[in-house]
């Protein structure tokens, strides 16, 4: 059976579809994936949650400004007018158009380090995740398997010299002492390496070259270090039939006519094949097989970090209209055991610490034997207790999901985990509250399959774990960069909120008209907010735990900074305002010097929004050239705007002589003061925590 998505590398041959679309077995896992509705990105939660409150703030306040305008007698017109400009004055129209350029930067930053994106939220959803189930082989290690042990049943133990793809090296008996007494069987063992093995390796312009399995690659190397070819084996004993590694079956076979004889060779994990089997070959002669002592051998490699392969032949007799299968494969010899090891990429370790100090946890998914997956997982430091390490089969015979859930509450390494098993895993995770990224939804770009990599809303091009924390450092710089924009809007529109409400409630005229408004927005808030969104990260990104899945964008200290920024930017306004009417200038005159003010205020308070702890004054400004040119040139647009008399005419402006324009920007400083003390204030009580 050729199943839909495996590729054919070379050859000729004639198949009968028998079945297409979701009723293959690619398509069931594609079903299972697909079918089931996706969370809803963290980031789309908590906007709709931000803007179902704006729209409820902007309501209510309209509704009462209105009340105290009519019960002071004022015009239906002038009320329309109000509700109109408060309207514009609180509601942040620039927020699309700069969440989108804030989720674009964090997508070009997240492809230089190796991170592809296909859906724009997603850039903020990485960096929301609390957890991260990573497969191992590629992703932990760098996915050169090398053959290092061979173990026989009686005892003998033989070391590999060589490393990676290349065949150089020796099969040792100890430090530089070869193995002749051991040649016959390590022959034998060999023979069935290279003969159950749909791989290639073979020299091409001076240079070893391959193709296949990283397993069928690596037996082939460790077969050629002992002198046994495949294609010479084949051709010395001629493939019958054969039974391909699957996954699930967890063993493969091949039948071969040797010596006029058939004769089936068979590798695959030990627990699959110790059923098979009934003797073990020894330099004096077969002597029966004890079961305990060859799994307590497996045991003893696993633990020490190699993934172990079982060998075994035997002879099988077959007619020509069989198919070979696991019932033919019986009364076998265990030949040994092969132990291979995939380095850990030198990077995966601090990577893994990174998340730790994130406040992210991290669990492994491999089909490997548990002891093989506790070693790497304690190498990275991702276990702590055995009890951690669960098994596929720990997973079936849970038989409800409240008995899952306990499971992956505290397990962080599952072994010999079935493809089907990780969406369970994954789903139980979000069930106990996770945000969950994991390698397979986060697809691999070399090693990950069509269904990983089309369901999947980011792919790794690297294969690399340090890559996804790259991902997770960029994607919460995006949501940092998404909350300063959020802060500079709706901080500016309370502030005009504050300003109108005072001018209502002392009744005076309105401080600025809706066009000026529209002109304030557009000028000041549509440059700065979109120059905001380019802000780079601030460096401790890593360094606190993941956003609780619960918590609104508008946390406490947002709130704390939109109600001091729009009071002391509102108050300030109003003052100057009310000055100005009061000293006899024109009602156009004071808003002319209002409005000046307030692009003044918002030049000066997009440097506060940088970094809701840190000083404006510890921000290089060239860090982000974009907002510094930006906001000169909002206020050289503004200025412009003066002295253009069509501009001028519509927005009701004119120019100010520079002493004006000097002691304006005095007082718009007033904001950049009161923020640095509430900065002070909110590191003393974070050091007192």
């Known amino acids: 059976m050729g199943f839909a998505g495996t590729l054919v590398n070379r050859g000729r041959g004639r198949g009968v579809v028998a079945a297409t679309a979701l009723s293959t077995e690619l398509g069931a896992i594609a079903a299972a994936v697909l079918t089931k509705p996706p969370a809803k990105a963290p980031l789309l ?7 179902q409150r704006v729209a409820i703030i902007v309501g209510v306040a309209a509704l009462l400004m209105a009340a105290v305008a009519l019960s002071q007698g004022m015009p239906l017109e002038e009320i329309f007018f109000l509700a109109v400009a408060l309207a514009v004055s609180v509601i942040p129209e620039g927020l699309p158009v700069a969440l989108t350029v804030a989720l674009a930067v964090g997508m070009r930053r997240m492809v230089k380090r190796h991170v592809i994106i296909r859906r724009l939220v997603a850039v ?16 932990l290690t760098v996915n050169q398997l090398t053959a290092k042990q061979l173990l026989f049943p009686h005892g003998e133990q033989l070391q590999i010299t060589g490393e990676g793809m290349s065949p150089e090296g020796e099969i040792l008996s100890g430090p530089g002492e070869p193995a002749p007494h051991l040649n016959d069987m390590v022959e034998s063992l060999c023979q069935t390496a290279v003969l159950a093995n749909e791989g290639f390796l073979g020299r091409r312009d001076h240079a070893w070259t391959h193709h296949g399995d990283a397993v069928d690659v690596a037996l082939l190397v460790l077969a050629h270090k002992a002198g046994v070819v495949k294609a010479e084996t084949e051709n010395s004993y001629p493939p019958i039939k054969s039974i391909p590694y699957e996954s699930e079956q967890g063993f493969s076979a091949n039948l071969n006519r040797v010596d006029g004889n058939q004769q089936a060779f068979v590798k695959g994990a030990l627990e699959r094949l110790l059923p098979m089997c009934d003797r073990i070959p020894t330099p004096s002669g077969p002597e029966p097989l004890l079961i305990e002592q060859a799994t307590q051998q497996a045991q003893a490699l696993a633990e020490q970090g190699y993934r172990v392969l079982a060998f075994a032949k035997g002879d099988v007799q077959l007619s020509e209209n069989e198919v070979l299968s696991r019932e033919h494969l019986t009364g076998l010899t265990l030949i040994g055991l092969v132990g291979m090891i995939d380095p850990l990429r030198p990077e995966a370790k601090a990577a893994v610490a990174d998340c730790h100090k994130a406040g992210i946890e991290v669990a492994m998914v491999t089909g ?11 190498e990275l430091d991702l276990i702590e207790r055995p009890q951690q390490v669960v098994t596929g089969n720990q997973l079936k015979q849970a038989e409800t999901t409240e008995a899952i859930d306990r499971i992956t509450r505290d397990a962080r390494v599952y072994a ?11 789903q139980s995770l979000q069930r106990n509250g996770h945000f969950v990224a994991v390698s397979g939804g986060v697809a691999m770009g070399e090693c990950g399959t069509d269904v990983a990599r089309e369901t999947a809303e980011l792919i790794i091009t690297d294969d690399n774990f340090a890559s996804i924390v790259a991902g997770v450092e960029e994607g919460r710089i995006a949501y940092a960069n998404v909350r300063k924009v959020i802060f500079l809007l709706i901080s500016t529109g309370a502030a005009e ?9 002392t009744g005076l005229p309105l401080p600025l008209l809706a066009v000026q408004l529209l002109w304030l927005n557009l000028v000041t808030n549509g440059i700065q ?11 401790h ?27 002391i930017i509102g108050i300030a306004a109003f003052i100057i305002f009310q000055m100005l009417i009061s000293q006899g200038y024109t009602v156009d005159e004071a808003r002319n010097g209002t409005l000046l003010l307030m692009v003044l205020f918002e030049n000066i308070h997009v440097f506060n929004c940088r970094s809701e702890t840190r000083s404006a004054f510890t921000h290089n400004p060239l860090r982000n050239p974009i907002l510094l040119f930006g906001t000169l040139a909002a206020q050289l647009i503004h200025i412009g705007a003066m002295y253009t008399p069509w501009i001028s005419d519509v927005l009701g402006i004119q120019p100010v002589s520079p002493w004006n324009w000097f002691q304006l920007l005095l007082v718009a400083l007033s904001v950049l003061i009161a923020m640095e003390l509430q900065k002070i204030y909110l590191r003393r009580l974070s050091d007192k925590q």
């Open 541 to 567: 990104e890593l360094k606190h735990p993941p956003r609780d899945p619960k918590e609104s964008i508008f946390n406490r200290i947002m709130i704390e900074r939109v109600v001091v920024s729009a009071l």
């Open 497 to 505: 909120l504050v300003l109108f409400t005072l001018a209502l409630l």
């Open 529 to 539: 907010d979109v120059a905001l969104a380019f802000e780079p990260g601030e460096g």
């Open 368 to 378: 490997d034997h548990p002891a093989t997956a506790a070693t790497i997982a304690r």
């Open 416 to 426: 010999r985990v079935e493809p089907q098993q990780k969406l369970e895993i994954v």
């Open 124 to 139: 903020e959803g990485l960096g929301s995740c609390t957890f991260i189930a990573t497969d191992k082989t590629g992703t």
């Open 45 to 51: 939660v908590r906007m709709e949650q931000f803007t």
